[in-house]
Nanobody, 122 residues
Framework: VQLQASGGGLVQPGGSLRLSCVAS????????MGWFRRPPGKEREFVAA????????YYSDSIRGRFTISRDNAKNVVYLQMNSLKPEDTAVYYC????????????????WGQGTLVTVSS
């Protein structure tokens, strides 16, 4: 599975961005997808995940209510809509995929994209 993330950039606090991640190499509908991020100087952390089986979505507490994960199986794309962005959301964002159900643990995802940088600053 190959993953290509895009959509990062510089945005002011309170602004919005939508990240996209295109998957190839495997039937997309059979993959659970996740978004993780690595803030500057910090470890990678879970952001959101979407399960292949029931479409259930999971969010970290820090972004709940501001970010939305969604997928388009026809286009092999998973999105992360980010609203009300804060400076602490600044990070490199990674999409990830796994064959099983969606989980919060990065170590259980099998495939990773290259990352896209999101900078929230005035």
């Amino acid at each position: 599975v190959q993953l290509q993330a895009s959509g990062g950039g510089l945005v002011q606090p309170g602004g919005s961005l939508r990240l996209s991640c295109v998957a190839s190499g495997r039937t997309f509908s059979m993959l659970s997808m996740g978004w993780f991020r690595r803030p500057p100087g910090k470890e990678r952390e879970f952001v959101a995940a979407n399960s292949r089986r029931n479409g259930g979505t999971y969010y970290s507490d820090s972004i709940r209510g501001r970010f939305t994960i969604s997928r388009d199986n026809a286009k092999n794309v998973v999105y992360l809509q980010m609203n009300s962005l804060k400076p602490e959301d600044t990070a490199v964002y990674y999409c990830a995929a796994r064959s099983g159900v969606a989980v919060r643990s990065a170590g259980r995802f099998d495939y990773w994209g290259q990352g896209t940088l999101v900078t929230v600053s005035s």
